[in-house]
């Protein structure tokens, strides 16, 4: 189980190597993701609160990277925030998500993205729930569930 100090160690000592990579560049990006999900992911703004698919979400099943398809988190792991967005407890692995320190915005941030191809998804806090304690606080438009 993965906690808030493991969070820090990677984001300051660096993080589990993936599994592959993909690095595409920006056109392909621009090309390859819808501009909503380009937005977030390649210059990682955030979608609107509530108004976004997986908020209210609770169906069964995997959520992937919509940048890369990779497997990121499992619904069995999702829970009920309060925040407006998708929120997790875990990762589906240690290596599928990689952390740094993000001041943006005149806050201090734990910015979470996708391993393999360094997508935007959102932001991990360490007020989740217990045992870990952890919450990803994460676009939708960053996943893609199947
Ligand atoms: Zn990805």
């Not at 390859?32 to 976004?52: A, F, I």
């Not at 959520?63 to 988190?73: P, Q």
């Not at 001041?103 to 959102?122: F, I, T």
Request: with cysteine; hydrophobic share 35%.
């Amino acid at each position: 189980m993965l906690r808030w100090i493991d969070v820090l160690t990677y984001a300051k000592y660096g993080n589990p190597e993936p599994l592959r990579r993909v690095v595409l560049s920006e056109a392909e990006w621009r090309y390859r993701l819808p501009l909503v999900c380009y937005e977030v992911m390649r210059n990682r703004s955030t979608e609107p609160p509530y108004r976004n698919a997986y908020c209210r979400s609770y169906e069964p099943g995997r959520y992937h990277c919509a940048g890369c398809g990779s497997l990121l988190f499992d619904s069995a792991t999702k829970y009920h925030a309060i925040s407006g967005w998708p929120s997790f407890t875990q990762p589906a692995a240690r290596s599928a998500i990689r952390y740094a320190f993000d001041d943006s915005h005149h806050m201090q941030r734990m910015e979470a993205v996708c391993n393999v191809c360094e997508g935007h998804l959102g932001h991990v806090f360490p007020d989740g729930p217990a045992p870990a304690g952890l919450r990803y606080c994460i676009n939708s438009v960053s996943l893609e569930q199947r």
